[in-house]
């Protein structure tokens, strides 16, 4: 089955600096793969997704990029602001299953 | 709109309590999911529901009930729980149209304590 890794666990960067959360990805045949954000007691919120077809995908501050051979992919935030500090979440899907399988995690906290 | 619904937001039961959490979502999704979330922790399958039948039961124990009455809503019946199922209890949808590339959409979930 598909595993996932997700690193740092925990970043700490200053307002304005950019932030780049690493993901891998075991499953060859995963094709999906979206980020999530989740605040303090709240819901995870889908951010971003990039699909296998594409390298890069950016949406204002927030890019994915996805590297297939070497079965990672990346959230990159840039001039990051407080209201970004969450835990984020990776997910990957693969072809042949109907569901995620999320990363542990990165606690991302932006200091002003 | 993207908006998934859940109440209650907060739920305090007893061990021998019989309780239910409900989920509501009006994007004509034919899929629903039903995490469990501990602190610290990314979410956990328990359930999936597409086009009203139960598809996935990720080995959940019997005292978790799901019930699909529509395809607009999802419950969780909850009995004899124990405090280890103290968590937060997601709700998701998706299309459910057969495409492998769907987004699940979250609501806010239901905060749990058993005591």
């Known amino acids: 089955g598909e595993n996932v890794e997700q690193h740092p666990s925990t970043l700490s960067v200053q307002e304005g600096d950019s932030a780049v959360i690493k993901c891998t990805y075991s499953?060859?045949?995963?094709?999906?793969f979206p980020w999530y954000k989740q605040e303090l007691g709240k819901g995870p919120q889908l951010i971003i997704d990039?699909?296998?077809?594409?390298g890069e995908k950016k949406d204002q501050r927030i890019a994915v990029t996805l590297n297939k051979t070497a079965k990672h992919f990346s959230l990159h935030i840039t001039e990051t602001q407080p209201e970004d500090s969450a835990v984020y979440f990776c997910?990957?899907?693969?072809?042949?299953?109907?569901?995620?399988?999320f990363g542990p995690g990165t606690r991302l906290s932006v200091l002003p | 709109d993207t908006e998934v619904t859940q109440t209650p937001k907060h739920l305090v039961m007893g061990m021998t309590n019989k309780k239910s959490l409900k989920c509501e979502q009006h994007?004509?999704?034919?899929?629903m999911y039903w995490y469990k979330q501990k602190a610290k922790k990314p979410p956990e399958l328990m359930f999936v529901?597409?086009?009203?039948?139960?598809?996935i039961n990720e080995s959940v124990p019997s005292r978790f009930s799901p019930e699909c009455p529509n395809s607009s809503l999802l419950n969780l019946h909850l009995h004899a729980l124990q405090p280890e199922d103290s968590a937060l209890y997601l709700c998701?949808?998706?299309?459910?149209?057969?495409?492998?590339?769907?987004?699940?959409?979250f609501g806010p979930g239901t905060r749990l304590l058993v005591l």
């Open positions: 998701a949808s998706s299309r459910g149209k057969g495409t492998v590339q769907e987004t699940q959409y």
């Open positions: 499953d060859s045949a995963s094709n999906y």
């Open positions: 990039i699909r296998s077809n594409v």
């Open positions: 997910a990957a899907r693969s072809h042949y299953g109907q569901n995620f399988v």
């Open positions: 994007m004509g999704h034919r899929a």
């Open positions: 529901y597409s086009y009203e039948k139960l598809s």
